[in-house]
Structures are given as C-alpha cells and as structure tokens.
C-alpha cells in the first residue's frame, strides 16, 4: 500500500521546546495510529485516531486526526530527555490488516 | 502484563545459512505479524497469521517461509540467507474482533547479522 508521508525526518531540540511531528496520506485513512521506538528498542503502541478531527492527549503528547481523514500530527509539550526516540505513524487499510509506517520521525533532546 | 517473547535476541549467521526466528504473541492474543526493520528504516511488513492461516502477505521474499503452530507461536524460516537480510526482526501480535482496537504489540526483535 501506499506509505504516509512523515516530516520532519530528525529534530533534534533543547530540553524544554516543544516538538511536533507530521504525518500525510493522498488517501483517506480509516485510522493512523503512533508509535515510539526507543533507540535499541521496540515500536511500542501510542494512540489511535479514528474520528475526523480527532484530538487525544495524553499528558504532554497531543495527537490530532485532520477533518479529512489524510493528516495527523503528534505534539510534545516541554520536551524532556525521556521523549528521546523516533516516533512513527502508521495505517491501517482496514481493522485487522498490517500497519503501514511512515519514515518516522527522529527525535534528540538536549539537557 | 504478559508481552510478546522472541527468540533468539541475536543470531548470527553466515550466507547461505539458514535461520529460524521465534515468536510467542501475548495470550489470547490470535493473529500474529512479522516485520523487518534495516538500520535507519520503518518496520516493513513480512506476513501475518490469523487462527494459524495466513492472513496477509507482504514483502517477504520467497527464500523465507512462516507458519503458525496451535499454540499460536509463530516461526519465520529464513533460507539461503544474504547480507541484505541482515536486519532487526519483530514480531508482533494483537487480539481480532476486539472493536476498534486495532493496535499491535511489539516483541523485543531478533537482531540477525549474516556474515
């Protein structure tokens, strides 16, 4: 299938800047879903975005789903050096099939 | 909480060896995925099973083979290996007909190195 388009591909920010990440689709997804992976480490699940115009938070991380389903971004308040890692999208072109991941985007944060 | 287990961690192996890669999903769990990951990449989809059939193919090569066994673990075969595959392998696994809930659980990924 298809792959979303991520961007930035590395960020590398100041302990205490804010961070975002997006993820585009020419396509309307039915879902995306984010994914950390620590450097070393696994993909490990996030959140996911169902709804048009979607927004969840979890603490600092904010994760939005555009009106028209072809978007998503992932916000960082105040980074701190735990949010150290690349952070991925990904779809699903329907409930139960593989995920397709975008690039990913990699995240340093300086103390 | 019970998470995905995978075996061997690292495997080093040589060309023209052969490989096998396994995966314990988290119980209940009935549909198990495989992904391979190069340095610098995104997880790229291999194969899938659901009920120990294959669900989805991607791109996996003919030289590799898997299969589901009744306990549900799973068994990725690698034949006449190339450097090229030289890559981190996860395992991943999540539960069918749990309502949009379509999250996968990563395995902590073997690690092989051909030689």
């Known amino acids: ?111 | 909480a019970a998470g995905v287990i995978q075996s061997p961690r690292h495997l080093i192996k040589e060309k023209r060896e052969t490989a096998t890669l396994k995966c314990y999903p988290i119980p209940r769990h009935d549909t198990v995925y495989w992904y391979q990951q190069g340095p610098g990449q995104d997880p790229q989809f291999l194969i899938s099973f659901y009920e120990k059939m294959q669900s989805d193919k991607g791109s996996i090569p003919d030289r590799f083979s898997a299969q589901q066994f009744s306990d549900y673990h799973s068994e990725l075969n690698m034949s006449s290996l190339e450097l090229g595959d030289s890559a981190l392998y996860f395992c991943a696994s999540n539960q069918r007909g749990r309502l949009y809930s379509y999250e996968q659980y990563f395995g902590p990924g073997t690690r092989l190195t051909v030689t």
């Open chain 1, 1 to 111: 299938g298809q792959q979303v388009m991520q961007i930035p591909q590395y960020q590398h920010v100041q302990e205490g800047e804010d961070f975002t990440t997006y993820c585009n689709s020419s396509t309307t997804l039915s879902n995306i879903q984010w994914y950390k992976q620590r450097p070393g480490g696994h993909p490990v699940f996030l959140i996911q975005l169902v709804k048009s115009g979607e927004v969840k938070k979890q603490k600092r991380l904010t994760f939005q789903f555009g009106e028209a389903k072809k978007n998503s971004s992932l916000h960082i308040t105040a980074t701190q050096t735990t949010d150290v890692g690349t952070y991925f999208c990904a779809k699903t072109v329907s409930g139960y099939s593989t995920l397709t991941f975008g690039k990913g985007t990699m995240l340093l944060v300086s103390p």
